[in-house]
């Protein structure tokens, strides 16, 4: 019970971490990015040409991670461009269009070029023992670097004043541009952030399993999936939803059946949206 | 200090305002008196850079800032409080307050001024803007625009919503500022206090001025007095 237990916060920690890039972009721009989970496998690509280059692991995991930087804000300055310039439910409508348009053009253009290219990171060492049960090493390696991310983004949402004037926009972005803050500017830096995100979501889940060309579309799933349980544009929402669904999929798989994870994930969202549709900490629409 | 020439804005098109010219001298406190519907918010939308004026100019210490965004007229000085306050409801008092100085950090001899005119809002540091009470929200929200330390402030109805013993205590709020050497533009559809509280003022009807003079003579006019004051 222990070991499915901490197997599903391993994911549910990989959860929470996908969904915190997409819920922090719809939070403050009401844009829903279909294409993140491609953005996941942009970077994991670029992570392995760099390692099949001879580039050191652990440089080549920077290069994924500015790779990932550099991502957003190419979304920034041109996929939004147009969608910026829509208010309210056409936009949402539009980012929704859009980014599953690019999303179906990298996963096509990859499947093309690199049918059966996978990121896999190899974390040497045997098990590491956690309350008794022993753990693959990339599992916990994994899971400890995305409570350290999740810290930096606490850190710098509660405790820097940039942090605050992003999170300013997602309570009330006429608010704040009456303090001086321009939203267009912090939009901008949540889509480095999420494109960096994307990276770490894709180095992360490498250390478990390896990161396919087809990876994209089933990360965009779980992390809207998260995001809805969670609440938009909370980070908070996003690891807490994250860890709940990690361990119900969990318990799932082990009493039920891999067949009906999904179908219980799924569940689990429509239950939360009929009881607080504004997710387990979201901001109200 | 602020000059608007001929502005005239709306939504889609459609022009809610028009033809609007009034200026705000240095040290002045100057009301835009008008019913529900008349154009106030629409007006100080569009001059403060919420949205764009159809035509029309807006002059703000001498340069021209017609259609400026929001973000950089409230670094020049020009600090705006909406009827609906737009406070950050999740955010602490205190958040609250420190983000009016962004992208400075908060001074604290602005924010001990504030707090000096609203206790209340030291006594609520901690709490949550989204569960204050409407007139706690109203301090809050004046608090907050006073952090950047404008040098005219721009409020729109800051007494929606309260009862009148704290529409009263608003008002004597926005006297010390103005005691302390703040230009105020304020447009109110109370109009008895407004008047009371103010140099100069015009009256706004249907989207367009008709009617402007010293809070003296609008008091005396019969127009005034009639639609607004409730005397026959």
Redesign the interface.
Known sequence: MTAIVLDGIVLGLQFGLLAAGLTLVYGLGGVLNLAYGQMAVITAMTVLFAMNAGVPTLAAVAIGLVAGGLLGLIFDQTLLRPIYRRQGEARVLLSLLLTLGVAFMVDGFLNWRYPTAGLGLQISGGPIEVLGIPMRRGSIVGSVIILIVFALLFVFFKGT?LG??V??VI??E??????????SLMLRIILIISGVLAAVVAVTQSMIRPVTVTAGFSITVFALIVTVVGGLGSVTGALLAGIILGVVNSLATSFIGTFLSLIILLVAAAVTILIRPSGLLG?RE | MLEVRDLAAGYQGNDVVHDISFHVDEGEAVMIIGSNGAGKTTLFRAMC??SRPSSGVVVFDGEEVTGM????M??KGL????AE???????TVH?NL??????K?PDPETMSVVVGLFPRLAERRRQHAGTMSGGEQQMLAVG??L??RPRLLVLDEPTTGLAPKLAHEAYEALAVLRSQGLTLLVAEQQVPLALAFSDRGYVLENGVISLEGTSEELAADPRVRSAYLGVT
């Open positions: 004043s605050r004037a999170r300013s309570e009330d006429e608010g704040a541009r009456l303090v001086g803050i321009d939203p901001v | 850079g919420l965004p929001a973000q950089r409230v670094r600090g705006f409080v909406p306050r737009h406070l950050f409801p999740r955010m958040e420190s983000l009016g100085a962004y992208p950090r907050r625009a952090m950047a």
